[in-house]
Every structure is written in C-alpha cells, then in structure tokens.
C-alpha cells in the first residue's frame, strides 16, 4: 500500500496535462509519450518520485526542442570567473530582463514626457557617472579595444602615443594594443625597457608630435624582480593627457584584488582618461567605459568614427541594470566563502556517491581569468568526478565544463551558482546511464 512507485501518475493522465498536452500538439504525440515513459522507468527505479515524473518529462522534451540559437547554455565548472571562450562575464538577472525589455521598441532615444527626440542613452551613462563620481564625463563604446581606438583617433592621429616598452600588451586570440594604436594612425613612440621604466624616459619623448601618454595595464602577465613603472601622478606632470587602460573593468578597489587597477584611483591620481572593459570584472555586458575630463570625453564622443562604435540599446540597458542592480554573478563568484562552497561540495558529492558515481568534495584552486590578476589563486571547492564523464558533459544539455586534473574532472563549484547545483547532479546522473 505504501509502495510509492503506486503514485507514479498514468500516461493518459501525464498526456492530458496542460503544458506535455501542448507539448505533444507542437512536437508531436510520439516524442513526448517518450519522455514520459522515459521519465515513469526513472521514477519506478526510485531515482526521482513520483510528484517529479510531470517535471522531468517536460524538461526532457523542452530540451529537444529546436533552440532559436545555435550557442547552447553552459554550466561553467573551470573556476576560471571571467571565461572569455564561455562568454566572459553571466548577466544577472536584473541585466537579463532589462535586455528583456529594451528587446521591444524602447525609448533609448526619446523623450515620453515631451514627445520628441532625447539623448541615446542617458540612464546607463548616468548610472556610469553616478558609479564614478571622480569622472566629469563618461561615455561607452562597444568594448575596450574601441575605446582605445576612439582614444588613438581622437587625440593622437597622425602624432605619437608615448608608451612604456612594458606594456606593449598582447591580449589574446592575436589582439595587440601597439597594432590597434597604429591602425588608428597614430604612431608608437616606445619609451623604456621590457622591465624598466621611469618618467624621465617618458619626458624625455614628449614633444610637438606627442598626442597623449599611454599606461596599460598588463593585464594577463606579470614581470617580477628589477622592474620600475612611472605612477599616473608622475606621467601628470608632463603636459600631454595621460590616458590609463586599466582593462578589468574594476570602477573602486577590490579588497581580494589588490594589484587590480581601478578607475576611480586611476582618475584620483590625474589620469586624463579611463579606459576599460564592461564584461570583465564589471559583471556586464561586453562595452567599452570611457571615463574622464569633460572636455575630452566630449571631442570622443562627437568624432565622426564615434558612430561606428556606438553600442545598442540591449548593451545599453544590461550596463545599466548591472550598475544598478545587485551583485552581478562574476562579483558574487569572486566574494563566494570557500566554506559555504565546501558545504555544497561535500553535499553533492554525497548525493552522486548515492547513485554509485565515484565523486568527492576536493580542494580547488579558481582564478579571476579573462586576462586578468594572473597571479591571483582564488582558493575553492570542486567536485570530482572520474575524467571519462567529461566529454559527456561537455557535450549533454546544458552543457558543463569541468576542469581535467591528473585523472579527474573537477567541477569547480566557485563559477558555477547554487541554483545550478541540481541542475550539475542531473547532468553526472546522465552520463551513468
Ligand atoms: C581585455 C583588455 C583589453 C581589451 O578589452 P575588450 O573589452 O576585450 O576589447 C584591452 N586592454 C586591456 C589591458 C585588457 O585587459
């Protein structure tokens, strides 16, 4: 009488119910029967109760429908935060339905109340303004590279940026900062060596010719041992703007990141402008910030190669519901107590172990990522699973992409959000089958 596998509800009824019934109408009768009975064996063999058969079936059958999108969702388990090859920085909810809702007609460029043409974009820009108060003028592009562009365009074109040999930066996938700045037809004018440079070599370079003085931050590479750099409040004194990229993105210092440039101290100490990128350690959307003296930003956002690089209003409202909103994922993985994250670890892996799956809770090691504070070791913890499950969950939906470590897949639980944890035992249980 008490066996539950008697609750398991009937094929005819699972068939009737509203959402499988639609279901059945849009994708036929026969792939959702599939799922049901798929779904009723599960439940039979005690591996989820009856009450979830209605549930798991409808998932089954949703996650085979044609997606709008040939990019699939991923549950990113590397414990790299910032994971250019998966996107960079996750939305927040906020920043999901704010896109949600600029995705109709909107009004990005107009004025309800008086009925005629406004400024594009006025609340993401004063969301920035507010965020950044040391900053007179603030403007975004489509990402970082064309902020700097903007910059080399607007006060350098056929003149020289002054730059240190140490921050001739490569910043991935061949992008590199001293062939952008000559595209823009500005020329390079190196000062300094690969590890030395102080701002008598900068003062020395500066003339007539000089456009503007460039700090990069070296964002994915360290050099240590008998180095010198010039601060931003020595490069002030020389005259010529001084325009800082500090690339992550970081709008006030982080207590865990405390190499990490940011824009106000940047700003506080003279930079003339800021440069950085809004999917890094911001937690938004890809754009580019550009932040600085009025005047400035001013002559960048009225050059005529402005337009080109101008963001859309999805861009748009994501920047500003992540600056507004709550922490955004990237800021919450970065925050996450390593205790909690033991908890979760050693919680999943028990359930996985219930179900015969070689898993333990283990220590990890996360990084910050998208070419961003490499020496930083973010301490975490991971499940491991055994290295042939891998390729199946890389490949299964959603996908998870876990780390290979001598002989196991870890999932590194600081990327991945609690929510998901479920959703992480579902995607290991599919690979056993
Ligand atoms: C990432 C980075 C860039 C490029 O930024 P995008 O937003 O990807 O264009 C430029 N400079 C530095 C220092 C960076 O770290």
Redesign the pocket.
């Known amino acids: 009488m008490t066996d539950p596998r008697r609750r398991i509800p009937r094929t005819d009824a699972l068939l009737a119910e509203p959402r499988l019934a639609k279901a059945a109408d849009e994708l036929g009768r026969d792939r959702v029967k599939t799922a049901i009975v798929a779904a009723q064996d599960r439940a039979r063999a005690g591996e989820i109760v009856p009450d979830d058969v209605a549930e798991h079936a409808l998932a089954a059958v949703d996650s085979r429908r044609p997606h709008p999108t040939s990019l699939s969702p991923v549950v990113n388990a590397t414990g790299v935060v910032v994971h250019t090859n998966l996107g960079r920085a996750p939305l927040s909810e906020e920043a999901l339905d704010a896109v949600r809702t600029a995705g109709g007609y909107t009004d990005v460029e107009f004025d309800l109340a008086g009925g005629n043409r406004a400024r594009r974009g006025t609340g993401a820009l004063a969301a920035l303004a507010e965020a950044v108060p040391d900053a007179g003028g603030v403007h975004v592009v489509n990402?970082?590279?064309?902020a700097?562009l903007l910059c080399a365009l607007t006060l350098a074109p056929g003149k020289e940026v002054v730059v240190s040999r140490g921050e001739l930066?490569e910043?991935g996938d061949g992008?590199r900062?001293p062939d952008l700045l000559t595209s823009a037809g500005a020329r390079l004018r190196e000062v300094g060596t690969t590890n030395r440079t102080g701002v008598a070599d900068y003062a020395a370079a500066i003339g007539p010719d000089t456009g503007c003085v460039l700090k990069?931050?070296p964002?994915?590479f360290r050099v240590t041992g008998f180095t010198a750099e010039a601060s931003i409040a020595e490069l002030t004194g020389l005259g010529v703007p001084v325009v800082v990229?500090?690339?992550?993105g970081l709008l006030r210092p982080h207590a865990l990141l405390p190499e990490e440039p940011d824009a106000t101290t940047a700003l506080r100490a003279g930079a003339a402008l800021v440069t950085a990128?809004?999917?890094?350690l911001l937690g938004g959307p890809?754009a580019?910030l550009l932040l600085g003296e009025t005047g400035l930003v001013e002559r960048l956002r009225r050059h005529p190669a402005a337009r080109a690089l101008r963001v859309d209003k999805l861009t748009l409202a994501a920047l500003e519901a992540t600056l507004r909103g709550e922490k955004p994922p990237v800021a919450a993985a970065l925050d996450a107590d390593v205790g909690a994250l033991w908890a979760r670890a050693e919680r999943l892996a028990a359930q996985l172990t219930a179900y015969g799956v070689a898993a333990a809770a283990v220590d990890s090691v996360a990084a910050v990522g998208?070419?961003?504070a490499p020496g930083v070791e973010l301490p975490s913890a991971a499940v491991s699973v055994p290295e042939r499950y891998a390729e199946p969950l890389r490949t299964g939906s959603p996908a998870v992409v876990g780390r290979l470590d001598r002989g196991r897949c870890l999932l590194d639980l600081r990327t991945v959000p609690e929510e998901a944890d479920a959703e992480l035992v579902e995607a290991v249980l599919r690979c056993t089958s």
Do not use: E, M, W
């Open positions: 990402n970082n590279a064309a700097l930066v910043i992008f900062i990069v931050h964002s994915n990229d500090i690339g992550s990128s809004g999917d890094k890809q580019g998208g070419g961003g």
